[in-house]
Structure formats: structure tokens, C-alpha cells
């Protein structure tokens, strides 16, 4: 009986084909284009953020309304979903969430790294509850009904 060697072996793959263009409407792993960023449902997420969005082609925007995007196409932007953020400063992506009835727990550094990194001079760092929804996305009592800001432990 004759054996194959394994290494000599030639696996038949299938080509890769994409049918159709990146799109928010029907979010893959996928690159930003500025089809996407022209988008009804990019504008709307803009809209949602309280961001700018025309014509501001900017990775930033397209990443929150990716993450929106997918979130909301897969059923988790409604009440009683949970959300875990580590380090969101004043993105926005919180009072979206929390505005949509999502228990959101968000941190960011304490104040005194946070200085001392520099974050605190940029205008993106949260150092309470209340700066997480500066853009008055969410009504106050959904954003802060059970929130709390956890103590550093600093003195």
C-alpha cells in the first residue's frame, strides 16, 4: 500500500470573493470607506453621538457608528443588555447605550494618572458620571439612576 506524504499533499482552496462593498447596513470585519462614511446609517449614528458628520471623514466617527451598528443589528442596544467599557473617557458610546435602556459600566483612569499621563489636558477624559453624557445624549436618570464612580483608592 502506497502512503501519501502529508507534506507533499496540495489542498485545493476556494478563492476569496467579496460580492459586495463594505457597508453599515450589513457590518462585516471590514475596513472604513467613504461609501460608509456618505451613509444614511453613518449620519444617523452621527446624528446619535451628537457629532459632526458632514463632511468629516474621520476613523473615529466611522468606529462608533460601526460599533453602534453592529450593536443595534444584533439585538444588543436594548433595555436589560449590559456593557462593559474600560478606559472610555468622553466617548460616546456610553450615553447612546445607556439612552436605549443598556446597564453600561464604564471606567477611566483615576484622576491623579490621569494627570500625571497627560490625559486630563485633552478634554477626553471622564473624571465623573456627568462627563460621560456631555453631549446630553441621555436623559439623567438613565445615565446615572444606578451609577456610581468606584473610589481609586487615592487619598
Known sequence: MIQQDPLKTTVKRQPVSVSDEPSLTNPASQMATEAQCRSDAFYYWCQETRLPH?????RKLWEYAYILQCLSETGMMSPGRRGLGFGVGKE???AV???RGCEVVA?????E???KQGWADTGQYAATLEALNDRDICPPPSLFGTGKVPDSGHE
Open 113 to 115: 494618572e490621569a494627570t
Open 54 to 58: 458632514e463632511p468629516i471623514f474621520h
Open 107 to 111: 471606567t477611566d483612569l483615576d484622576s
Open 92 to 94: 460616546p458610546l456610553v
Open 97 to 99: 447605550m445607556a439612552a
